[in-house]
């Protein structure tokens, strides 16, 4: 239980600090950024397991780059789902996938 506050916690300062430094996402408040890390941390665990099985097939002929569009498609669920985060355009919502992406790997190896 320690280890999934402590994953919100960094997910949703993530989330807000992307907000701030990446042009063309905005989140309105911290609740909002803790509600969209809830939805990226249940995206990342429940979902993209069965999104990557399903698309195997793909990603084996791809090489894996076929990962970068299920981390965009999830993003963007994430993006339209919460309510007070807002994205304006395709290429800032892969820079915040992205950056996710990285984070949660480290999270991983950490924690």
């Known amino acids: 239980m320690k280890k999934l506050l402590i994953k919100i916690t960094i997910f949703a300062l993530a989330i807000f600090f992307a907000g701030m430094f990446i042009k063309g996402i905005s989140v309105n408040n911290a609740t909002a950024a803790i509600i969209a890390a809830l939805a990226v941390i249940i995206a990342n665990t429940i979902i993209k397991p069965v999104v990557k099985l399903i698309c195997l097939p793909i990603n084996l002929a ?41 984070l949660s790997v480290i999270l991983n190896l950490f924690l």
Do not use: E, W
């Open 62 to 102: 791809t090489l894996g780059l076929f990962s970068i569009i299920i981390n965009l498609v999830l993003m963007s669920a994430v993006v339209y789902f919460v309510p007070g985060i807002n994205s304006t355009g395709i290429l800032s919502t892969i820079i915040m996938a992205t950056a996710l992406s990285v």
